[in-house]
Nanobody, 125 residues
Framework: QLQLVESGGGLVQPGESLRLSCAVS????????IGWFRQAPGKEREGVSC????????YYAASVKGRFTISRDNAKNTVYLQMNSLKSRDTAVYYC??????????????????WGQGTQVTVSS
């Protein structure tokens, strides 16, 4: 079984930054992609950014491209999401997900085989 634990959420003002972390443990051999997703109140969960753990493939949603950066530290089994120039519309619960699907398939569908518990990000003045 795979476990995903997110951390790093919080309350920030517009224009500020946050870095989310997703620690992965358990049976990781079948995982190809780790992704960040978010769900705002009243909206469907959407893929924000996904990264392959086997090559350099990455995906960013159009709404975050140029502001968010996904990275991974395989030695620490951790995936990060650096979020800069945050906007109020980035407010959501952010989830970490993992699957053996491709980067595009996972982030385009907003689906995952495994999920973390989520961390709240609130951007407000």
């Amino acid at each position: 079984q795979l476990q995903l634990v997110e951390s790093g959420g919080g309350l920030v003002q517009p224009g500020e930054s946050l870095r989310l972390s997703c620690a992965v443990s358990g049976f990781t051999e079948d995982v190809d992609t780790i992704g960040w997703f978010r769900q705002a109140p009243g909206k469907e969960r959407e893929g924000v950014s996904c990264i392959s753990i086997r090559n350099d493939n990455r995906y960013y949603a159009a709404s975050v491209k140029g502001r968010f950066t996904i990275s991974r530290d395989n030695a620490k089994n951790t995936v990060y999401l650096q979020m800069n120039s945050l906007k109020s519309r980035d407010t959501a619960v952010y989830y970490c997900g993992a699957s053996d699907w491709s980067v595009q398939a996972m982030c385009n569908t907003g689906l995952s085989e495994y999920w973390g518990q989520g961390t709240q990000v609130t951007v407000s003045s």
